[in-house]
């Protein structure tokens, strides 16, 4: 059940948040107690926001293991709110509801870097390389004295490594990724990791395989899973492509391009099965996913239906 359907806004949620972690983070203070309680007062909506928030910090103590420390020990105090204010809007029926979420929803949720659905970030890490997330990706960043490890949560990564005296690790649900220097993109699938050098060497070692790692060579890119890879390959032209904003093809097939297109459009896109293996190439802004349909129009014998903004079908040209 979500928190419109318990009685209270998102707005309240977060004022209810706010509130948990002030109290007990914020130590004995009469004015912090006597604000609250006018905050509780004000309103019955404030008041069923917060019996619902105490309930899930109960439910939390009760469930062991990492979604627990994450949600009750996070530090600084905005990761924790992120993550109380996350389980009080979805709504929590039990500990096992806790559970399931806990490699679906908390650790994006308080990942260091994130990017929103259908937007690219930038950022510069504090080793001098350069970390650029694609649409609706997360990552944690931790370097010590020893390693600099980033692991990647969700989505997918470019990332151009810094010289440094310490190795690199790019982790993943599959494996580890490791270079000195370079320029790497790495891509988590369902089940699988795509993995793409355009500069430098990567070794890739999948989880539970042992021996001598797959050596990367630039202008190489391959999938793995926790027990094998797949033989690297050429990149293609749409590798990295999306670090300067563009879906580039080379004789894709419309149902991969219409996949590709997807992952930056709010709704649904569907592609007639008559037409999923016509081949398109060219360049695309993803900036304008709308004018990327209307160009496939005239590339191809196609047609656009658009019953809804968020329901479109691509079809043969009748």
């Known amino acids: 059940m979500n928190a419109a359907a318990r009685g209270f806004s998102s707005h309240v949620a977060e004022q209810a948040v706010h509130w948990l972690v002030e109290l007990q983070e914020g130590g004995p203070d009469n004015h912090r107690q006597q604000a609250w309680q006018r905050w509780l007062e004000a309103d019955a909506e404030h008041r069923r926001a917060w019996e619902h928030i105490q309930q899930v910090n109960l439910r939390l103590r009760g469930v062991p293991g990492p979604l627990a420390h994450a949600t009750l020990k996070a530090a600084p105090s905005a990761a924790r709110r992120r993550a109380l204010k996350a389980l009080l809007l979805l709504g929590v029926a039990s500990a096992t509801g806790l559970g399931l979420r806990q490699q679906q929803l908390l650790p994006p949720l308080l990942a260091d870097y994130r990017s929103p659905f259908g937007e690219r970030r930038q950022m510069p890490l504090e080793d001098g390389s350069q970390l650029h997330l694609n649409t609706a990706s997360a990552v944690d960043v931790r370097f010590d004295g020893q390693r600099r490890l980033i692991h990647l ?3 997918q990564l470019l990332l151009s490594v ?21 320029r790497i993109d790495v891509r988590q699938l369902a089940g699988q990791t795509q993995a793409a050098v355009f500069e430098g060497v990567a070794n890739l070692s999948p989880q539970d395989l042992r021996g001598y790692p797959l050596v990367l060579q630039p202008g ?3 999938r793995f ?16 492509a999306w670090v300067d904003g563009m879906l580039v093809a080379a004789g894709m097939r419309l149902g991969d391009f219409i996949g590709e297109l ?15 293996d016509l081949r398109i190439s060219g360049s695309y802004p993803l900036d ?8 496939l129009t005239v590339a191809l014998p196609l047609q656009v239906k658009r019953r809804t903004r968020y329901w479109v079908s691509v079809e043969g040209r009748v």
């Open 220 to 222: 190489r890119q391959t």
């Open 162 to 182: 810094a010289p440094d005296s310490r190795p690199l690790y790019i982790t993943t649900g599959q494996g580890v990724i490791s270079a000195q220097q370079g």
């Open 153 to 155: 949560l969700e989505g």
């Open 225 to 240: 899973g926790r027990q094998q890879w797949s033989p690297p390959v050429a990149t293609d032209a749409n590798s990295g």
């Open 288 to 295: 304008d996913t709308d004018r990327i349909l209307d160009l």
């Open 262 to 276: 997807s992952r930056y459009r709010r709704g649904h896109v569907q592609c007639d099965p008559q037409v999923v």
